[in-house]
DNA sequence: AGGTTTCTTGTAAGCGCTTACAACCGCGTT
DNA sequence: AACGCGGTTGTAAGCGCTTACAAGAAACCT
């Protein structure tokens, strides 16, 4: 026992249990040919003590960690509390466990967070979509760390990832709508600085209105933070418009939720009097009055996918560059023909 | 550089900067006793060379690692989000990062992820609750950790907490339901093994019923996990009784959605069929149609204390043993007086 | 029985950093 | 001119573990 600490050494459990430190560290390391009557004596010993290994001294000796790093806009959002629930449970099937950094989409903050994770000596790297300061990638090229990007998807992309065209289902949800006579459509957008996936999720409105001949003016484009407050704040500035729009596309459930509510405190019919959708699908989505039109973000899969993917190439295999998910339309009942003038 | 890894080593950044290890080291730390001229040459150098230190090795060199662990049942739950977001953002202006763990409401995995962290050897620990397994106290004891539990009140607790006393708001819910004329209360409560929270939510919705002469029937008492429907099953099994109740109190503010948006599928209104109450006050509640009566969890305020109150503790002061907040009710629109049979 | 081979265990050299201690420098004192 | 002093820098000994290597024991062979 070391004096000054009071801690339980590697060596205090050697001693105890009569063997060399290498021993108790290969009983630690369930490493092959130790005798079974070996371990019993080291793991009675560790139990009789209390040792528990220091996992900085573990780390720097063998030079890995068992963690990954995930940073992650922020964790206010539940669809990233999905995925990062549902990767930490996958990391924990290979032994891996899970460092979690928030950045609040500030991508200098996700820099520092990302410089911090390195030191600490992750194993592997999750960041979510493309957006990124270029540092990110340098630092992470000369570490040589592994990592995948996620929640997005491309063509040829830069930077292996596991995600989903953010575009495509925005542009079918609006072609939903115009199918549904709609003209008038009108966008609440998460900011979309340092946000690609707000970028092309907007793009995909765009594109959609545009092919159909009515294109979406400055005005019926409102940009605000996230939350069910900004959601009905977006709400009323849209329908306080001269001609106010009779479908609103929205960046992300959240916002789909303040801008329903919104609607039902003012007396507005959804989806009679005004077409609603959102993009995530949360659980609330469909328990929404009326049930939330969405789209269905695999957040768990792309958890799974992300834990096993990683994990194959800290183990050096060679992995696709890119797995594309689907990312459904859930059709329900927030929206509906548009309304007769 | 090192041949093997490519890493950059203080060593090699002494060596450019034409100083000893030592130097770099001091100007790392800020230590004082430098002298401009070396500090500038040492900064350039590791600009130079792109120098990241090895947290591993300067936790084990310095025995302090610049983190604390936080213990969390799930981070599904956005009360808890917000809480450790709260967290994160104060522990920032301690140069203090965060490691997060979550455990599902096992607390055999809580134990287990405690384990983790004190082998990452976080300088200490924030735990939710005052259930927990004996060997937690233990281990935080053997290792002097300084921790802190929170999210739960009482008088002289075992550990020091910082949170609110479940119990009292939900006895005043459930006064306030009684003094509308309400008789026969139903509860939705979440599993309460391992969860004294929704222990001290259920006790207090009991005391206030007894004390009123209308105790809660086993059969108006439904224990069912977290989650939206859920709370739409549970609703189901409640009115199916053979005399339904008045008022459903619900553990949380995501089972009573799920309360709400059952019953206005089955066209039961609220409030004025059915009073529903919740428990959290996320930022949906007062969106909710009608707005949710519930209890405000001072989330945020609870991540900050527990920012200043560790910290503080880490560096050796002494801190009041429990710090009280005050969760108030929200009495809105879902909750109004008994429908005459 | 002696020589291999295979398995088990021990010895000791790091992993990349911090920090106690010593050495050194230039200055003001006596 | 000898001395002491405070401030700055270097030297080197760890921090607690892993692991290459070597040595010893046991099992196999001819």
Redesign the pocket.
């Known amino acids: 026992m ?1 004096k ?2 009071q ?8 001693r105890e249990a ?9 009983v ?2 369930r ?9 019993e004596r080291v793991e009675a010993a560790i139990e009789r003590l209390g ?4 996992g ?3 780390a ?5 960690i068992g963690a990954i790093g995930a940073l992650v806009p922020t964790l206010d959002n539940p669809i990233f509390g999905a995925m990062i629930d549902s990767l930490e449970q996958r990391l924990k099937h290979h032994d891996c466990r899970l460092l979690i950094a928030t950045y609040r989409y500030d991508l200098d903050d996700e820099l520092q967070a990302l410089r911090t994770l390195v030191q600490q000596g992750v194993d592997g790297v999750v960041l979510i979509g493309h957006d990124h300061r270029p540092a990110v990638g340098t630092l992470l090229a000369r570490r040589r760390l592994p990592f995948l990007s996620c929640w997005h998807a491309e063509d040829d992309p830069a930077w292996p990832c596991i995600g989903f065209d953010n575009a495509a289902p925005a542009r079918r949800l609006a072609e939903h709508l115009l199918r549904l006579g709609h003209r008038r459509l009108a966008v609440v957008s998460a900011p979309t600085e340092g946000n690609d996936r707000a970028r092309a999720r907007l793009e995909g409105f765009r594109q959609a209105t545009e092919a159909a001949g009515c294109p979406l003016p400055p005005e019926r484009i409102v940009t605000v933070e996230y939350g069910i407050a900004e959601g009905a704040r977006a709400f009323e500035t849209l329908m306080g418009l001269e001609a106010p729009p009779t479908a609103i596309l929205c960046g992300n459930d959240t916002l789909a939720f303040g801008v329903m509510l919104a609607a039902q405190r003012k007396g507005v019919c959804v989806p009679d009097q005004l077409s609603v959708t959102g993009f995530d699908d949360l659980s609330q989505a469909r328990f929404m009055s009326p049930p939330l039109t969405t789209v269905a973000v695999p957040a768990i899969e792309i958890g799974r996918r992300v834990a096993d993917a990683l994990i194959a190439r800290i183990d050096g295999k060679i992995m696709p560059h890119l797995q594309l998910l689907d990312a459904p339309l859930a059709l329900r009942e927030s929206t509906g023909p548009a309304p007769i003038d």
């Open positions: 070391n000054e600490t801690r339980t050494l590697l060596e205090d459990v050697a009569g063997v060399s430190t290498a021993s108790v560290s290969r630690l390391n490493a092959p040919h130790v005798s079974e009557r070996l371990r040792y528990v290994p220091d900085n001294a573990r720097l000796a063998s030079r890995r």
